[in-house]
């Protein structure tokens, strides 16, 4: 079945960085787009990244451009999050996403925190 399990969450001062890693497993992971959203406390989850099944496609949150890359390794089954310039805002919940099969599968997330 499909897995997705998120990792390299923490706690980070601001105009800090962190790295988000999303391993895939259950389907063909090289024939889909994958996706980065996020969850803050006591608001709606937000797509903040998303990246074409080759790599050449991005597309970024205008809250996030210029600050966020999202990456992927196919050989790996991997998609990444590189967070640069990290402000409070940023805090939140992120979690990886595929569509596969017309269902939306969700990782368990991983807390990122940004405070000084």
């Known amino acids: 079945q499909v897995q997705l399990v998120e990792s390299g969450g923490g706690l980070v001062q601001p105009g800090g960085s962190l790295r988000l890693s999303c391993a895939a497993s259950?389907?063909?992971?090289?024939?889909?787009?994958m996706r980065w959203y996020r969850q803050a406390p006591g608001k709606e989850r937000e797509l903040v990244a998303a990246?074409?099944?080759?790599?050449?496609?991005?597309n970024y949150a205008d809250s996030v451009k210029g600050r966020f890359t999202i990456s992927r390794d196919n050989a790996k089954n991997t998609v990444y999050l590189q967070m640069n310039s990290l402000k409070p805002e940023d805090t939140a919940v992120y979690y990886c996403?595929?569509?596969?099969?017309?269902?939306?599968?969700w990782g368990q997330g991983t807390q990122v925190t940004v405070s000084s």
């Open positions: 990246i074409g099944n080759t790599g050449r496609s991005t």
């Open positions: 996403n595929v569509v596969f099969d017309a269902q939306h599968y």
């Open positions: 259950g389907f063909t992971f090289r024939l889909y787009t």
